[in-house]
């Protein structure tokens, strides 16, 4: 009796302590939000407002790849939320129901017949994991994606292994379902699933799996089709926008910095890689392998390579390995039955102990990131060339190994919402603007139009084939694209260079920059303006190299003779 007492206190402190952790990251990174997050929500916004799954009304452009967290924002939107908080209430609910999916999923497999002590494992990594917290929070849809993902994934490994009902490969099947729908990379895990579906049938007689594979396959058509034939329909076809831009080819660069993106999150607490490796080897000598196992591993190394190839992620704490951690997890803790006999009392203690201090480390390592970009203004012509090569040596990848959750919103969503207020009160409605940074400006500045110079919700940009990058900036993921001759053509009344709060033409930062700065209709038609924005009201300014004066040096260009008069 006392035994047991003494294992309920332990457990119970093993997990205050977590939750302590779990708290602290909620805390430390409240104010964290993305600037990409914004893109959704300027959707979320013309759906609410009746202007459909727009980005500027009445111009189609999938320029998002999260349908469903879109529709779960605008309907919480809907209930009186502003957007910002709605896509929060999301992510939120969707980390807790992770939680609970996977306690609740553990409790079984623990009684039947694995280890109990250890099932805590899994779940202190995933509630005190920093890169769920921080995307729990920054406004996109890796949490929903995670959970949906982890839901398919963690119930049809019981199929593949010969002991699910087919009741698990129906919720297996439609979370995948809604997965895809959430982001489209969730389609490479339901063809690694539907391949060792096929393989426990093949090895199977008694037909049970065989059945799994064409209810799996059924349900997932049943629920999928009817949205793609409404995409193919809205949109006029099966890929999003978001995939042309980054369809700019693959080269040793990228996948060189694709590895390194990959290889900085195994170097990083609470290392999970590298410690599931170690308890694999273990498991392989032990012989104590299955089916299920294979499935896992699978999942998550073809997953890797699939992120290697892409060239990584430009934005901070590793949201494309995010989904990875609660499978890794999983397979940890099927590969910890080969220590079963060395796992009991204080060596349990022990493990537990060492879990707390690896996750622990997230909050020593996990430090702000600094708006270190220079400044572009009052730069001369003949600086071009050094501020390139300085641009050139700042490794975007060294950056993400060192800063991760930024506990402060992203510095273009900080600069973004200050530029989008200030066109909203100065600049007429209705203006057609012409911009690199289509998220916080476009948002706060709702009743104009856009051209997104980068392509994400232009599709003849995006589209556009690119030769050579002769921009720094062009090899960030998302980057490449641009073309000045087309921006100009649309004529725009409004020219926003560079970044976020603009810069000379002179010096440019990405390619419609570059194109329109050797064009001489843009000379000829737009005339430079710069402004000064009074920030020192806002809370945070000095945290931004922009901002931290009190004031932002706001540059744009305005057509020579725009119709639309000023306000």
Not at 92 to 101: N, Q, W
Not at 305 to 314: A, E, K, L, Q
Not at 458 to 481: C, M, N
């Amino acid at each position: 009796m006392k035994s047991e007492a003494k294992s309920l206190s332990f457990f119970l402190s093993v997990a205050f302590a977590a939750i302590a952790i779990s708290f602290t990251g909620f805390y430390l990174n409240r104010f964290f939000y993305h600037d990409d997050a914004f893109i959704s929500l300027r959707y979320a916004y013309n759906l609410i407002h009746g202007n459909g799954l727009t980005w500027n009304p009445m111009e189609r452009v999938e320029g998002y790849s999260n349908f469903l967290y879109i529709i779960l924002i605008s309907l919480t939107g809907r209930m009186g939320f502003d957007l910002v908080t709605a896509s929060r209430v999301v992510n939120i609910s969707a980390f807790i129901t992770l939680i609970v999916f996977m306690w609740l999923y553990l409790k079984h497999i623990g009684e039947d017949g694995y280890l109990r002590d250890i099932a805590f494992i899994p779940l202190i990594f995933t509630a005190t994991s920093f890169p769920l917290i921080t995307w729990t929070l920054g406004g996109l849809e890796t949490p929903l994606f995670t959970l949906l993902c982890t839901m398919g994934i963690w119930l049809v490994s019981d199929a593949i292994n010969g002991r699910g009902g087919l009741s698990s490969v129906i919720i297996s099947s439609v979370a995948f379902s809604l997965s895809v729908m959430t982001r489209p990379d969730g389609i490479i895990f339901v063809l690694i699933t539907v391949i060792f579906l096929y393989a426990a049938a093949i090895k199977d007689t008694d037909g049970r799996n065989d059945n799994g594979l064409y209810i799996f396959i059924g349900v997932f058509l049943w629920t999928f089709l009817p949205y793609l034939f409404w995409k193919v329909y809205y949109y006029g076809g099966i890929l999003p926008n978001t995939y042309y831009v980054r369809a700019v080819g693959v080269g040793i660069r990228t996948i060189g910095e694709g590895f390194a993106y990959v290889m900085y999150y195994w170097a990083y607490p609470p290392y999970i890689f590298p410690i599931l490796v170690i308890v694999l080897q273990y498991s392989l000598f032990k012989r104590k392998w299955d089916r299920r196992m294979s499935y896992l591993s699978s999942i998550i190394a073809v997953y890797l390579i699939y992120i290697v190839y892409i060239g990584g992620d430009h934005m901070p704490a590793y949201r494309f390995i995010a989904p990875l951690i609660p499978p890794s997890l999983l397979l940890l803790y099927l590969g910890l039955r080969s220590l079963s006999s060395r796992l009991y009392g204080k060596r349990v203690l022990l493990v537990y102990i060492n879990l707390l201090f690896l996750v622990s480390l997230q909050i020593r390592e996990f430090v702000p990131l600094p708006y270190n970009r220079p400044v572009l203004k009052n730069w001369r012509p003949a600086d071009v060339l050094k501020i390139q090569k300085k641009l050139a040596s700042t490794s975007w990848k060294a950056m993400e190994k060192k800063y991760l959750a930024p506990r402060r919103i992203d510095p273009p969503a900080f600069l973004g919402a200050i530029v989008g207020k200030y066109i909203a009160k100065n600049w007429p409605e209705g203006s057609l603007i012409a911009l690199n940074t289509a998220g916080a400006v476009p948002y706060f500045a709702p009743k104009n139009r856009y051209i997104d110079m980068l392509g994400v919700n232009d599709p003849f940009i995006a589209k556009r084939t690119i030769s050579s990058r002769p921009l720094p900036w062009q090899f960030v993921p998302g980057y490449s694209k641009g073309d000045g001759a087309y921006v100009l053509s649309k004529n725009p009344d409004y020219i926003i260079v560079g970044p976020i709060y603009g810069n000379d033409i002179s010096i440019p930062v990405f390619l419609s920059d570059l194109e329109m700065s050797r064009n001489p209709e843009f000379y000829n038609n737009y005339e430079w303006h710069r402004v000064k924005i009074d920030v020192g009201y806002i809370e945070g300014y000095e945290n931004y190299k922009a901002t931290h004066s009190g004031f932002m040096t706001f540059i744009y260009y305005k057509r020579t003779n725009s119709p639309i008069p000023p306000k």
